[in-house]
Structures are given as C-alpha cells and as structure tokens.
C-alpha cells in the first residue's frame, strides 16, 4: 500500500495551498482530485482575473452558525500575507473597490503560483477516492489506482456550486461517515429569481445599471443592481442573496442618495411643468424612471398636476422597492455552498476534527462563507494553512 504522511482530497484553491504549507512543515504530500485540472474554480472566478484576497478581511465578512471560529485562522494568515506571495511570483495585480485585488492578467496565474509552491508534493488529477476508512493507525483511501495509507487526511473538495465543473457533496459525505454534525447547505452568492410581475419591468430594462442599497437579516450592500431578461443580478443582489431566505420579501433602495419624494416636492415648486418622468431621471437612468413612471401610470403626467400623496408613492417606489423573489438560480450558478460542516466539531487553530485525530477540514466546505469581493479565496487560503502546519 502507497504510504504518505499526507493526502489531500480536492485540487481546489484550499487543497493546492494546503499543500504547499504541508511540504513547509516537512510532510510527505499527497493530493487527489477527481477533475482533469487542478484549480478549476480559481480559473473561472473574478471573471477570469481571480479576486484572490481583500485587505478588509476579517471575521465579519463571513456568514458561519459561529461567527468567531474564523478569526483564528484568518489572524493567522491574512491578506497581506497571500500579496507576498503574489508578488514574490511576479503576479500583476490592481485593487478595484472596497479592497478587492484582481490580477492584472489571466487567474491561472494564480494557479501556477500555487502549483510551483507545492513543488515536492505529488499531485494526481482524474483520480476519485471511492472509500475512506480508519485502520486504527491512519487512514485508507480506495482509489481506481489502489489504496494510499496517510496519517492525515485534509479534506478539501469544496461546496455544490457548479456542478458542471466538478463539485461533488464529497466532504459533507465524509463528515457524516465520521461522525461530524452538518449546517444545512443553500446556494450563496447566486442570481435570484424573479415572477412575472418583475420580469414584466426587468426584461425591458434588460443591461440597465444601477447603484442600489439593499438591507436584509443583517446584511447592508450598497452596489450595483443589474436588470436582466431574467430578473435582477449585480453585486447587490449576489450579496443579499446569502442573507435571503425563500419566502421573504426584499427592500431595494434605488436611489441611496436621495429621498425622491423630497426632491421631486422640491422639483415641482421651482419646475412644475417638467414631465414627472423627466424629474425622476435627475436620479436614476432615464430608462428606469421611464418604466417605473409608466407602471404607476404617469407616463404622461406633469409634475406640478401630480399631490403630495402621488410623490410620496413614487418615491416610496424607488427608495423601498418591495420585491419578492421566488427563488434562487441555485448550485449551477451559485459563486459559493453556504452552510456545510459544523464549525463546532472542528478545532479552529488547525481545522482538525476534534472527535477524529488527523481528520481536517478546510475551505468551502466548512460552515464558513465569505462575502462577494475575494474573502472566499481568503478563507480557503487561511484555513489551508491552518490545516498544513498543524502540529
Ligand atoms: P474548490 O471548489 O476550489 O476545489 C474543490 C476541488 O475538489 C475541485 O478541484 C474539485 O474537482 C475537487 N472535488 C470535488 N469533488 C470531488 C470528488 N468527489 N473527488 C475528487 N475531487 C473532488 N471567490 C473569491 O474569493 N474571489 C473570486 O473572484 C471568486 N470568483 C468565483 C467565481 C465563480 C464562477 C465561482 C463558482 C466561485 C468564485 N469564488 C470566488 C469562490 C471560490 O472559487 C471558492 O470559494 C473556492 O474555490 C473554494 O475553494 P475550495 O478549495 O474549498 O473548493
């Protein structure tokens, strides 16, 4: 039987770096992956130019059942410290907003830089582990191959988003055989759907943009909002989607910068013969205010004709926009797996199972889920690390 000090399961973002902290601590290396590819989501992820980390990193950008066992890891190895390594590699990268970093080039970047850190380990791409057992020494992995004996076992194959490229329940399948307790998993992260009555505004509107502030269960976005054929996507709405429940109604400011009906009041004592249409796109894009004007039947209307009462709507129309979406585009589309292994079965200096010595978890399949904008990667990064140098 092939012997290792330790195997990886998952050739992901957390299994490569996992690695590669591994060999630092002296381990003989293993890492298995089902995929013909290593590192399949980093190619796709920030639109092809990876977000690989966030300067703002810390716990409160993640939504776990406990908001504190991120911390450990994440204080333990941070953003500042994966830009080193960028940066030793010769990475090109910028920031965009709220601390975002983005290579300047193609993601694959990132992972060749962390295929040349893990030089040393072994890596075996289309390889499935078909069993796992304990032997009372180690652990037995089956694969097609023949069966590798390994004192640790680092669990690393990722959450159910995208099934078209390789996610698989592996990890969450391997905790209830050992015993470990499961958060219930939901698509984060994901384009929500919408019923007829929004698709009949949104499909029209379909490319408009706007900056919109949304509020819900404890999150606050404010980011741009994007009318689709399909409904409503952008940042804002990927981000609320992790803090949405189905069957809740949502809250949509459309313009954050302004309370409308004080400034349509205000447009119709100095202006009153403008279109109220016309006023309304001071504020939003001309389009928008079209649509919303000619849904609430004042296509036509002046502003000076229109009471308090009628201002007061539409501005309660764009600044609270009430929707209630019937749905999410689930794991096909979803950028993460919300919910996952239960953070109280895993010790949160090292990520180890505390009922199964040499047992680890890392990454997305752990109950710990990062915002939009690079706190995914950061994660998987720390709790990687985490795991690899563990004593
Ligand atoms: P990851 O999914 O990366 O890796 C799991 C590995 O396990 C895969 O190689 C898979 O093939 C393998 N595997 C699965 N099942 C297996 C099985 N049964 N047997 C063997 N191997 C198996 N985050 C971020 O911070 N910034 C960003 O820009 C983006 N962008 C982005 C875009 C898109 C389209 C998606 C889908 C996701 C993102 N993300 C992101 C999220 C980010 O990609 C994600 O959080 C990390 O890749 C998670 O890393 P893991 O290593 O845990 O799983």
């Not at 004042?298 to 308090?308: E, H, I, M, V």
Request: charge should be positive.
């Amino acid at each position: 039987m092939e012997q290792v000090d330790l195997l990886i399961l998952g050739a992901g973002a957390a299994g490569l770096f996992c690695a590669g902290s591994a060999l630092r601590a002296g381990r003989r290396v293993m890492v298995l992956d089902h995929a013909a590819h290593p590192g399949e989501k980093i190619r796709i992820s920030g639109g092809g130019r990876c977000n690989f980390t966030n300067l703002a990193t810390a716990p409160d950008r993640f939504l776990s059942r406990n908001p504190r066992f991120a911390a450990s890891a994440l204080a333990r190895f941070t953003a500042p410290d994966f830009v080193r390594l960028v940066d030793r590699a010769g990475i090109a990268w910028h920031e965009k907003a709220q601390g975002q970093l983005f290579c300047d080039g193609k993601a694959t970047q990132i992972t060749r830089m962390l295929l040349d850190r893990m030089k040393g380990a072994e890596l075996r791409m289309e390889t499935a582990p078909l069993s796992v057992r304990h032997d009372g020494m180690g652990f037995v992995v089956e694969t097609p191959g023949g069966a590798i004996h390994t004192e640790r076992l680092v669990v690393a194959t990722g959450g159910k988003s995208i099934p078209k490229i390789g996610a698989t329940g592996l990890a969450y399948d391997i905790a209830a055989q050992f015993g470990l307790r499961m958060i219930d998993t939901r698509a984060g992260l994901v384009p929500m759907t919408f019923a007829e009555q929004e698709l009949a505004l949104c499909r029209p509107l379909a490319g408009v943009s706007v900056e919109a502030r949304i509020r819900h269960n404890g999150g606050q976005f404010r980011d741009a909002l994007l009318f689709t054929h399909r409904g409503l996507s952008g940042p804002v709405i990927l981000q609320i989607s992790s803090f949405w429940q189905p069957g809740e109604t949502l809250q949509i400011d459309l313009a954050p910068d302004y309370d409308v009906a004080a400034q349509l009041k205000a447009a119709r004592s100095e202006a009153g013969r403008v279109a109220v249409s016309s006023a309304l796109g001071r504020v939003l894009p001309a389009r928008l205010a079209t649509a919303i004007c000619d849904e609430m039947g004042l296509s036509q209307a002046r502003l000076a004709d229109q009471p308090n009462t009628w201002l007061e709507a539409l501005g309660a129309r764009v600044n609270r926009w009430q929707v209630r979406p019937v749905g999410t585009e689930g794991y096909r589309t979803a950028e993460v797996t919300l919910g996952g292994i239960d953070t109280r079965d895993l010790d949160a200096r090292t990520l180890q199972a505390r009922k199964v010595p040499g047992l680890f978890f890392i990454g997305e399949c752990v109950d710990v889920t990062g915002w939009l904008g690079g706190y995914n990667f950061q994660w998987a990064w720390a709790s990687a690390d985490a795991a690899g140098r563990a004593d």
